[in-house]
T-cell receptor
């Protein structure tokens, strides 16, 4: 079974803190994605990566950066957390072809106070 | 950018009822996904469609490419079907890569 894990299920941080969200997949997938999910807005793509050290901006990259130093790990970084970044963050991965099913992690619910 | 509309937003059904959730999109796509999200957050993929119809157990998904419309049907609904159902369409982004655009989801509650 494909497994996508995220470092924390729940996280509480203060405004201005640097926040790292980690995602690891165990199926050697080329593509990895970071989404945020907000009530009434659905899932929105923040960043994705199609290879090690490669990244592309999604629909809402502002205030975020990413890192992919190893194929299995994709990190989302909030350089200076703000209250409007309180959200559910979901990581996903899939094989090389864009047509392939995406496998999602369990999500990290981040609260920024 | 593709606009994805789902209806209804919320749906309450009695156990055993036949359920239909609809998804419309504005721009031609390569494929459409139906996803299920249970309370607690985990998302699983139910179907990926590029044409016609697919069936898995009590779930049926159809797509009409010309009308830019897809439906998800659940036959003989059960309380364990209670979840949020999300439609997502795969299309080209402005940067030339394929991306998923998601609907806002339909929250289904099936009452015993």
């Amino acid at each position: 079974d494909v497994k996508v894990t995220q470092s924390s299920r729940y996280l509480v941080k203060r405004t201005g803190e640097k926040v790292f969200l980690e995602c690891v997949q165990d199926m050697d997938h080329e593509n990895m994605f970071w989404y945020r999910q907000d009530p009434g807005l659905g899932l929105r793509l923040i960043y994705f990566s199609y290879d090690v050290k490669m990244k592309e901006k999604g629909d809402i990259p502002e205030g975020y950066s990413v890192s992919r130093e190893k194929k299995e790990r994709f990190s989302l970084i909030l350089e200076s957390a703000s209250t409007n970044q309180t959200s559910m963050y979901l990581c996903a991965s899939n094989e090389d072809s864009s047509y392939n099913e995406q496998f999602f992690g369990p999500g990290t619910r981040l609260t920024v106070l | 950018k593709n606009e994805v509309e789902q209806s209804p937003q919320n749906l309450t059904a009695q156990e055993g009822e036949f359920i239909t959730i609809n998804c419309s999109y504005s721009v031609g796509i390569s494929a459409l996904h139906w996803l299920q999200q249970h309370p607690g957050g985990g998302i699983v993929s139910l179907f990926m469609l590029s044409s016609g119809k697919k069936k898995h157990g009590r779930l049926i998904a159809t797509i009409n490419i010309q009308e830019k419309h897809s439906s998800l049907h659940i036959t003989a609904s059960h309380p364990r079907d209670s979840a949020v159902y999300i439609c997502a369409v795969l299309g080209l982004s402005g940067a030339g890569s394929y991306q998923l655009t998601f609907g806002k989801g339909t929250k289904l509650s099936v009452i015993p």
